[in-house]
């Protein structure tokens, strides 16, 4: 039985038998690439079901992130509505078994779409439009989830959902910036004087995107993924979020890099997506500029974070000026978000 970083095989191996019901060893894992953040794990043997073991990233961590046991029960009570997320198959909280928390789900089967060479190999065209319209419903869904029936209502603070992103967001930037940068301030000040006022309180994703989806070939969503920022506030913010990850073909080019995997034909473009999202949530959608704004502010300080910690070692051994264009980046995203605030005064 052979360890990879992050996995005690045997430790683990031995709680899966005992714990997730017709788990059956010896067990193989396979860091899942993707992502910055959580560590994903495939899990497979020759005689169970294949899961998805979830564990907080090897050291550079911030003391509050990472709740491996608030992420199995968003999962867990997400299960009761809706959403299509993997079913959940257990939560270790006992460090010692493999070093920090973990839990397991099951493998949900289909493609997670994180460029245009695999969008244009796994959908067609109609298949495309079909995962523009289902990406939207489904975040309507989320945002229409009955938090009592769920168990998620006391998930997190009901109201002042924005000031309390502002405050959370500019203190990790604070705490792990690489150099200064003015633009972050100026629009962590502007959007803590031009903040909508809150209309309600659903779950918010807080990361929605098209690559922490698992779809299959007909465009379905099967299953959203990467809960670990979710938490109950303005749904808007969300829509703000996929607005900025999301760059259809006739679309002007977002900050996001990510954004090529729905330039191809069939995919919605953004107003598209944005009046979907307004007919079937029945929310309005005039401060959405703020949103916007506001998601292009935040995603500045998550990859400043993601490149701090890059620096520090996360990666290994690298030279600086092979990790530039993560600090380029948060620059752009900065400057995206400064130039939407216009728009918003």
Same mark, same amino acid.
């Given at each position: 039985?052979?360890?990879?970083?992050?996995?005690? #095989?045997?430790?683990?191996?031995?709680?899966?038998?005992?714990?997730?019901? /017709?788990?059956?060893?010896?067990?193989?894992? $396979?860091?899942?690439?993707?992502?910055?953040?959580?560590?994903?794990?495939?899990?497979?043997?020759?005689?169970?079901?294949?899961?998805?073991?979830?564990?907080?990233?090897? /050291?550079?961590?911030?003391?509050?992130?990472?709740?491996?046991?608030?992420?199995?029960?968003?999962?867990?009570? +997400?299960?009761?509505?809706?959403?299509?997320?993997?079913?959940? +198959?257990?939560?270790?909280?006992?460090?010692?078994?493999?070093?920090?928390?973990?839990?397991?789900?099951?493998?949900?089967?289909?493609?997670?779409?994180?460029?245009?060479?695999?969008?244009?190999?796994?959908?067609?065209?109609?298949?495309?439009?079909?995962?523009?319209?289902?990406?939207?419903?489904?975040? #309507?869904? =989320?945002?229409?989830?009955?938090?009592?029936?769920?168990?998620?209502?006391?998930?997190?603070?009901?109201?002042?959902?924005? #000031?309390?992103?502002?405050?959370?967001?500019?203190?990790?930037?604070?705490?792990?910036?690489?150099? *200064?940068?003015?633009?972050?301030?100026?629009?962590?000040?502007?959007?803590?004087?031009?903040?909508?006022?809150?209309? *309600?309180?659903? =779950?918010?994703?807080?990361?929605?995107?098209?690559?922490?989806?698992?779809?299959?070939?007909?465009?379905?969503?099967?299953?959203?993924?990467?809960? *670990?920022?979710?938490?109950?506030?303005?749904?808007?913010?969300? +829509?703000?979020?996929?607005?900025?990850?999301?760059?259809?073909?006739?679309?002007?080019?977002?900050?996001?890099?990510?954004?090529?995997?729905?330039?191809?034909?069939?995919?919605?473009?953004?107003?598209? =997506?944005?009046?979907?999202?307004?007919?079937?949530?029945?929310?309005?959608?005039?401060?959405?500029?703020?949103?916007?704004?506001? #998601?292009?502010?935040?995603?500045?300080?998550?990859?400043?974070?993601?490149?701090?910690?890059?620096?520090?070692?996360?990666?290994?051994?690298?030279?600086?000026?092979?990790?530039?264009?993560?600090?380029?980046?948060?620059?752009?995203?900065?400057?995206?978000? $400064?130039?939407?605030? *216009?728009?918003?005064?």
């Amino acid at each position: 039985m052979v360890d990879v970083p992050g996995i005690d #095989a045997s430790a683990v191996s031995e709680w899966l038998e005992v714990t997730v019901t /017709g788990a059956q060893g010896p067990f193989h894992f $396979e860091r899942i690439a993707g992502g910055h953040s959580n560590l994903t794990y495939r899990v497979e043997s020759a005689t169970s079901a294949p899961m998805v073991l979830r564990r907080p990233p090897l /050291g550079h961590v911030l003391a509050s992130a990472h709740d491996m046991g608030r992420e199995h029960r968003i999962i867990s009570g +997400l299960a009761r509505s809706d959403v299509p997320v993997p079913p959940a +198959l257990g939560f270790c909280e006992d460090a010692d078994v493999n070093g920090a928390p973990f839990y397991v789900m099951a493998y949900v089967d289909g493609y997670v779409v994180r460029s245009d060479e695999i969008a244009a190999a796994v959908l067609v065209p109609a298949a495309r439009t079909e995962v523009s319209r289902t990406l939207v419903d489904t975040l #309507a869904a =989320i945002h229409s989830v009955d938090l009592d029936a769920t168990g998620l209502s006391g998930l997190a603070r009901h109201d002042g959902y924005i #000031a309390r992103q502002l405050k959370r967001w500019y203190g990790q930037w604070n705490q792990q910036k690489t150099r *200064e940068l003015s633009g972050v301030d100026r629009v962590h000040e502007a959007l803590s004087e031009l903040t909508p006022a809150q209309q *309600e309180a659903t =779950i918010v994703h807080g990361d929605y995107r098209l690559d922490n989806c698992i779809v299959g070939n007909d465009g379905k969503v099967r299953a959203v993924l990467d809960w *670990e920022i979710c938490t109950l506030g303005d749904p808007l913010a969300d +829509l703000g979020m996929l607005m900025v990850y999301w760059t259809g073909p006739d679309d002007e080019t977002s900050a996001w890099p990510g954004g090529r995997a729905t330039t191809l034909e069939g995919f919605w473009n953004r107003d598209r =997506i944005a009046a979907r999202y307004a007919e079937v949530s029945g929310r309005d959608l005039v401060a959405l500029d703020f949103y916007v704004s506001f #998601a292009f502010w935040k995603l500045a300080c998550i990859l400043e974070g993601v490149y701090s910690r890059y620096l520090g070692g996360a990666l290994g051994d690298r030279d600086r000026s092979e990790l530039e264009p993560f600090a380029r980046q948060v620059e752009a995203a900065a400057r995206a978000a $400064e130039q939407r605030l *216009e728009l918003v005064r």
